[in-house]
């Protein structure tokens, strides 16, 4: 399936007019592959094919298998054979990842479809990443499979401006709950919300504060996993009865050893102050990473969780 490019933002169109630096930031979210289907019929024209016995001139001379008669010819047979048309189904199958990034002022949906074996085609690792418009065309620098760095284009297939506001100062009845030293069994003067909460899907525990429409939450680690680098911090905004944002992770896997950058999308569709409830884009939790690539098998993919207080 061919997809054309949509609408490209003001902001993007004004660098490419002004001549303004073409480069410019995204931060990838998620991605994801699937595969399209198209049905080619192909049809082969039918055949006739006619054939002889027996053959001889006026003069005489027979050929093979003829049957000379009284009157200086030879008797023959002919027959035909017919070949019907015929047709065949063929299913064609191509690779297409779609890929999640945010711009400085738009949320789009990107593509490309893997139509050959070395196609430049492929996924982007949650992160930032360097993008351009080269000739109308949106691409993005990735590295290929041997690391050498190389432009990727893809397709614009979706895209919403994003409304970016500074966060409320909150107020008396919202004071934000401290992380630094949290209380496991009082709630807080933030609307009654305790700040420790236990994921019920994976066990671990998350402090968690408001400040005015957003909430922030911070994956609690153990001691030498958070020396050495690694933390997972949520920010949501308030969007009508539910908050929207993203999870910021870096994963070190030992002291001084290989490390992985992660950003996926969250949702919380529930928040009260005896249960938070939820989706994020995030692998299963039987997830294996791969520390050279930084990326897991099973894929991410939208998984609900449940959150309660920490009593």
């Known amino acids: 399936m061919k997809r054309t ?5 003001a902001l993007l169109l ?22 399209t289907h198209q049905t080619l019929t192909f049809t082969y024209p ?3 094919n006619t054939s002889c016995n027996g053959n001889v001139d006026m003069d005489g001379h027979f050929s093979s298998g003829g049957n000379f008669s009284a009157s200086g010819t030879t008797s023959s047979s ?23 990034a945010d711009s400085d002022s738009n949320r789009m949906v990107l593509a490309c479809t893997r139509n050959v074996r070395w196609s430049q085609c492929h996924a982007l690792n949650p992160g930032q990443f360097l993008a351009r418009m080269n000739n109308g065309h949106f691409e993005v620098q990735g590295a290929s499979s041997k690391g050498k760095e190389e432009w990727v284009r893809f397709d614009v297939v979706q895209q919403t401006a994003i409304s970016r506001q500074q966060p409320q100062t909150a107020s008396a009845q919202e004071a934000p709950v401290s992380i630094e030293a949290p209380k496991s069994d009082a709630s807080t003067a933030n609307s009654g919300f305790p700040n420790r ?6 066990g671990t525990i998350r402090t968690l504060r408001f400040e005015g429409d957003y909430l922030y939450a911070e994956l609690v680690l153990p001691e030498a996993a958070a020396k050495a680098g690694t933390f997972f911090l949520t920010e949501a905004k308030k969007d009508g009865d539910k908050y929207v944002g993203k999870t910021n992770g870096h994963a070190v896997k030992t002291q001084d050893g290989p490390s992985c950058s992660v950003t996926v999308p969250i949702e919380f569709t ?13 692998p299963p939790l039987d997830a294996k990473l791969d520390w050279n690539t930084c990326t897991y098998s099973p894929p991410a993919e939208w998984l609900s969780f449940v ?5």
């Open 5 to 9: 490019i949509l609408t490209i933002s």
């Open 14 to 35: 004004c660098r490419v007019l002004y001549g303004q630096e073409n480069n410019f930031p995204i931060n990838v979210l998620a991605y994801q592959w699937t595969t």
């Open 46 to 48: 039918g055949s006739a």
């Open 78 to 100: 002919c027959s035909t054979s017919y070949t019907p048309p015929t047709s065949q189904n063929i299913d064609i199958q191509k690779p297409v990842v779609y890929i999640l």
């Open 197 to 202: 909460w236990k994921s019920m899907n994976s």
């Open 270 to 282: 529930l928040v009260t102050s005896d249960r938070i409830e939820g989706r994020s884009f995030t």
């Open 307 to 311: 959150w309660i207080p920490v009593k």
